[in-house]
């Protein structure tokens, strides 16, 4: 039986081939194990299962399909797959040579070590039998040289620092010895490349079908005894119809039901048959779906991203963007695995109050740095409240409170969501900061301060 990742489905040509945003939200609503940044690991699919959801996601959100309106020439396909075929590694059949100066020998190099510098200098070069006939010749003229260093008090152990055999195959007739379209390595002046495909193994005389020619234990993985009786068969080489002769529409159903089980579960939520939609012209919650009925359960999710992936562009367009002392400014993630999302507001900066202690003690501030106040009479007013505290609370400097607290100015940035943009119109961040908490506009202007007055709306 086949289980391998959606990933791997797509490049074995089981899945369908989609665009790469499809192929990136696919990946995520299959999800895995594990985060995405430590110990991701994406769930296994079945053939049946990925013809399913392949199914599903072209209907669209609105379509539901029964177990029996499931039945159709990719989920027989699925079922014959996940019956008695796996997928293994063969030599890449579109791999093939340059054609030019395809020669092969070896390349003898010797050298003169000197183990004082650890650095080599190269004394010959050739091909074999030009000078050597042979390794051994090659190793003899090496040791000559190691010889003179070890009557220097060198080691006898240098001897591989002293010569070296290599493969020459020639000099490759495509640029990085890549075929110009395919992009694959050239097969004689590289080495091979391997391909994953869907096979199975077929007997020459009796047709039986084996999805390995190997027997497994925890101690060995070995062949087995008739090995070279079965021929290998390549599933997209084959003409399917013939595979699909004699199955029978109550089998692919069965395993079609199963397939269904196992998405619906905790850890794979991904089909549902009945569910609530939310009715955005009633403003209420509705039933729908029929039992037995299938659809993918990811549409809200997916519906949700599209409208962050729209919005992710209104602000990424208006980043930078001046209105009365406002600034558009954008803040957001940007990962392969994850669909962008650039959240955005109008941004500007008003001058606060805080408190802070002596610097005889080097403290910090006495309020946490977002408390603050509007105005230097209020800020100065709890500094007298806090000088004015119970002596013995007090820590003492020169018969003095060392730690009296005093008023300091600082920055502070308010903002507004890109949907009250109109009030960056109408009011400069200083404005709107003292309107906001003197009550003078509606709570849901209010996006930083905090008070109970609702107000009247400012439009």
């Not at 092969?104 to 050739?126: A, C, F, H, I, S």
């Not at 209104?314 to 558009?328: C, L, S, Y």
Request: proline share 2%; hydrophobic share 25%.
């Amino acid at each position: 039986m086949i289980k391998e990742t959606y990933g791997n489905m797509v490049r074995y040509n089981i899945a369908k081939e989609r665009t790469q945003e499809e192929h990136k939200l696919l990946t995520r609503k299959v999800g895995g194990t594990g985060s995405y940044s430590w110990s991701h690991k994406s769930f296994e699919l079945s053939v049946m299962q990925m013809a399913i959801i392949d199914l599903l996601y072209d209907a669209g959100k609105d379509r539901t399909y029964s177990p029996k309106q499931m039945l159709n020439r990719k989920t027989r396909e699925a079922y014959v797959l996940d019956r008695d075929w796996t997928v293994t590694s063969i030599k890449n059949r579109k791999q093939t040579s340059c054609g030019h100066d395809e020669v092969e020998y070896d390349m003898y190099t010797l050298y003169d070590y000197d183990p004082k510098t650890n650095e080599r200098t190269t004394v010959y070069q050739g091909k074999q039998g030009e000078k050597y006939a042979n390794d051994i010749e090659l190793e003899a003229a090496a040791e000559a040289l190691m010889d003179i260093h070890v009557a220097l008090e060198g080691n006898s152990n240098w001897k591989r620092h002293y010569y070296d055999v290599s493969t020459y195959k020639g000099k490759c007739g495509w640029e990085d010895s890549r075929h110009p379209e395919t992009k694959l390595p050239c097969k004689h002046h590289k080495s091979a490349v391997s391909e994953a495909v869907v096979v199975n193994y077929r007997h020459k005389e009796t047709g039986h079908i084996m999805q390995s020619l190997y027997t497994t234990s925890s101690y060995y993985n070995r062949p087995i005894n008739d090995v070279d009786s079965y021929d290998t068969v390549i599933w997209d080489e084959q003409d399917h119809t013939e595979f699909l002769k004699g199955v029978g529409d109550s089998e692919v159903l069965d395993a079609i039901k199963y397939a269904i089980r196992q998405m619906r579960t905790e850890s794979r939520p991904w089909l549902e048959s009945n569910y609530q939609d939310y009715n955005q012209e009633t403003k209420e919650w509705e039933f729908k779906g029929k039992r037995g009925h299938y659809r993918l359960t990811w549409w809200s999710s997916i519906e949700a991203e599209e409208k962050t992936k729209v919005l992710t562009e209104i602000n990424i367009a208006k980043e930078g963007e001046v209105i009365n002392g406002w600034t558009f400014t954008i803040s957001g993630n940007n990962s392969y695995n994850q669909p962008r999302v650039v959240s955005g507001d109008w941004q500007g900066t008003v001058t606060v109050y805080g408190v802070k202690g002596s610097e005889y003690y080097d403290k910090d501030t006495v309020f946490k740095h977002e408390t603050h106040w509007r105005t230097e009479e209020e800020a100065s007013l709890v500094c007298k409240l806090l000088n004015s505290r119970t002596r013995i609370t007090s820590h003492y400097h020169d018969y003095e409170p060392s730690d009296k607290a005093t008023v300091y100015e600082k920055e502070y940035t308010v903002g507004l969501d890109n949907a009250y943009a109109a009030i960056c119109n109408l009011y400069t961040p200083k404005q709107y900061y003292k309107m906001c908490h003197n009550g003078l506009l509606g709570q849901q202007y209010n996006m930083e301060c905090t008070h109970t007055h609702t107000g009247s709306e400012e439009e």
